[in-house]
């Protein structure tokens, strides 16, 4: 056990880990178990297995909302999300995790999928805000046009780690260094937010291109919301098991990975799919002073 880990188990109250947990129930997630839907103009829609899917729209007034039902200390999250169709520039759908507690400093892990005109490429935006800072994005090309199908989004979040996934392929780690003085998120629960909302001032090509409100509303779907994570429970935290079999709140062998499998895939990840990544942006760090954690395994 890493040494940060050990001293923060040590300090928190006890960790415990669930034998079972309704990770999956039988037939699809009714997500209106899972997260209440918030603002805006949405749609619940049944699915033939029993599950539900939840479509937020943006139209010409508001975009929309929902946010899940519970918070987590630490967490395995999982999402299929089927994106905004045809033209999208202009519109951002995110999913992310946002602190919210009695010391209201700002942790948040982000994705973000920036729309584009017909035909060109999405860009996944991902960020990572701890102790009140953040300006450490990573963006990604995907490897799928992700407004064909649902394709499953992933959170990883424990003590060692932050580790985001698509269609449980790793694709970014986050690692734990406070001892160096990098902040990371471990004291403050966490929530999960959907919204679909415009940014055609920044999004799209840089914000050249505008949103096209003559194709409104546009409408991203979510379905299969698992979570599984610490929850508190009288003195405790109850922590749900990883149900893709792996040991989500052990670190290493997340999403049912083992430790080398993981690596390849952020190797590939980072050599085929990163088009932006903070920690090699000379503009933004032209003396070199780039942030700590850039340095560090
Ligand atoms: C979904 O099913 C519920 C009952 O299970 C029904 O009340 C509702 O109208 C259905 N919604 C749609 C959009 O079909
Ligand atoms: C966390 O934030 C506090 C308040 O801004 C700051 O004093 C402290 O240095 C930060 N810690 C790290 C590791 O960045
Ligand atoms: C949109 O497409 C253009 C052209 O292929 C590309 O440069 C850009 O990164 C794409 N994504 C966004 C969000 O602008």
Known sequence: MAPARARLLACLPALTMMA??????????????????LWGP???LNDSDGGQTVGLSLDRV?????????????????????????????TVTTVYLISEGQWKIHDE????????????PYTLHTNIFANGSGGREVQYRLWFDPTQDFHTYSIVWNS?????????????RFRNHWDAGVPFPVY???????????????????????????????????????????EP?????????????????????AGGLDDVKQRQQ??????????????????????GFRPKECALP
């Open 20 to 37: 079972a947990v309704s990770w999956v129930a039988a037939g699809g997630v009714r997500m209106t178990d899972q997260v209440d839907i």
């Open 42 to 44: 949405t749609q619940l």
């Open 62 to 90: 508001m975009g929309s909302g929902f946010r899940s039902k519970k918070s987590y200390l630490f967490a395995r999250i999982d999402i299929d999300i089927k994106l905004v169709a045809g033209n999208s520039a202009g």
């Open 109 to 120: 892990i982000d994705l973000e999928f920036l729309g584009n005109v017909t035909g060109e």
């Open 160 to 172: 060692d780690e932050i580790l985001i996934l698509v269609d449980n392929m790793a694709i970014r």
């Open 188 to 230: 403050q629960p966490m929530r999960l937010n959907g919204v679909l909302w415009d940014a055609d001032g920044w999004a799209t090509q840089g914000g050249r291109v505008k949103t096209d409100w003559t194709q409104a509303p546009f409408t991203a779907y979510f379905r299969n919301y698992r979570a599984s994570g610490c």
């Open 233 to 253: 429970s009288g003195v405790a935290w109850v922590c749900g098991q990883d149900p893709s079999g792996g040991d989500w709140l052990g670190g290493g062998a």
């Open 266 to 287: 952020l190797r590939e990840a980072q050599e085929r799919y990163t088009i932006y990544d903070y920690c090699t942006d000379s503009t933004r760090f032209p003396d």
